[in-house]
């Protein structure tokens, strides 16, 4: 049963994303959203769907990480940044949707 704690948990992750989007240490971010996940997943009941995505999310924020360029003010790479965060935020996304489908998900802090 999912609790708030891995809800909070998986959330915290939106603090990592801002700061991958600046393009400060972003290996270190990458690390501390596996960490996240594990963390997650020691919390809520897991399951092959949720593996799944967890293992997407990570792949797309390894690929932003390695991937990232500064955007020394051009529009089209800092678009290009933007799109390959935009995925690892949409992974996120689907993730968090499945652990709010678990029984007790929904649970938000009051």
Do not use: C
Not at 10 to 28: N, P, T
Not at 36 to 57: C, N, P, T, Y
Not at 67 to 86: V, W
């Amino acid at each position: 049963m999912p609790t708030r704690s891995a809800n909070e948990i998986l959330d915290s992750m939106f603090d990592l994303f801002r700061q991958m989007g600046s393009g400060i240490a972003l290996d270190l971010h990458w690390l501390a959203i596996s960490r996240r996940l594990q963390q997650v997943r020691a919390e809520a009941v897991w399951s092959a769907d949720m593996d799944f995505i967890a293992v997407k999310l990570k792949a797309y924020a390894a690929h932003f990480a390695a991937t990232y360029e500064p955007d020394l003010g051009s529009e089209a790479i800092k678009a290009a940044n933007a799109a390959k965060l935009d995925r690892v935020v949409e992974q996120y996304a689907i993730l968090r949707a499945h652990l709010e489908q678990q029984p007790g998900g929904s649970e938000r802090p009051a």
